[in-house]
């Protein structure tokens, strides 16, 4: 159990582009959230899976971010044209049963110039 | 809209004192509350997971207890140390596809 594993860390990206983050659950976790975070505030829902299904999505996000969880273990986050605005730290969480510790991982921090 | 609240929102108190931080929501119909632990620039480690049916939960020096018909939970941290020093956040859900969290309370706790 290694825990859950966000990859980039940081991405700096100029506004316009489309940066994607991936994001790796504990093994045997079949929900998977993702959850946006900005300085001084609790993080806010994004989208949930489970295993593969996408169950759920923020009214909140526009067309320009899209989720994909393929088979059921890895998910991905994709913005596209990316806004200043979008600059935040994105979290992945995820857990074994509804009832259950969440687990986050150490997110990406995103920044857009 | 489901709303989740934390009183105060920074908090410093010397070493060694016990400490009350607070987490109030709109909606009692939850299913659970859990407390979170969050160090500057990564992410939430879960502390504490109280489920509707329960009253409290305890781990090591932290306490949660839970009252759902006043919207209410408290985390109580025994005999603060400096390593303590976190933001402290709650999150409730109502149906396990999404979490709401508040702001959170930013403890410094003074050697």
């Known amino acids: 159990d290694t825990g859950v594993s966000q990859d980039p860390r940081h991405k700096i990206t100029k506004r316009g582009q489309n940066v994607t983050f991936r994001c790796d659950p504990i093994s045997e976790h079949n929900r998977l959230y993702w959850y946006r975070q900005t300085l001084g505030q609790g993080p806010e829902f994004l989208t949930y899976?489970?295993?593969?299904?996408?169950?759920?999505k923020s009214r909140l996000l526009s067309d320009r971010f899209s989720a994909e969880r393929p088979k059921g273990s890895f998910s991905t986050l994709e913005i596209q044209r990316t806004e200043q605005g979008d600059s935040a730290m994105y979290l992945c969480?995820?857990?074994?049963?509804?009832?259950?510790?969440?687990?986050f991982g150490s997110g990406t921090q995103l920044s857009v110039l | 809209k489901q709303e989740v609240t934390q009183i105060p929102a920074a908090l410093s108190v010397p070493e060694g004192e016990n400490l009350v931080l607070n987490c109030s929501f709109t909606?009692?119909?939850?299913?659970?509350l859990q407390w979170f632990r969050q160090d500057p620039g990564k992410g939430l480690t879960s502390l504490l997971l109280?489920?509707?049916?329960?009253r409290e939960q305890t781990s090591g020096r932290l306490n949660a207890s839970l009252d759902k018909s006043s919207g209410r939970s408290t985390l109580y941290i025994a005999a603060s140390q400096p390593g303590d020093s976190a933001t402290y956040l709650c999150a409730v859900t109502y149906n396990f596809n999404k979490f709401y969290f508040g702001s959170g309370t930013k403890l410094n706790v003074k050697p």
């Open positions: 899976f489970q295993n593969e299904a996408q169950l759920e």
């Open positions: 109280i489920q509707s049916s329960q």
């Open positions: 909606d009692s119909a939850i299913y659970n």
């Open positions: 969480a995820s857990s074994h049963g509804g009832n259950e510790k969440l687990f």
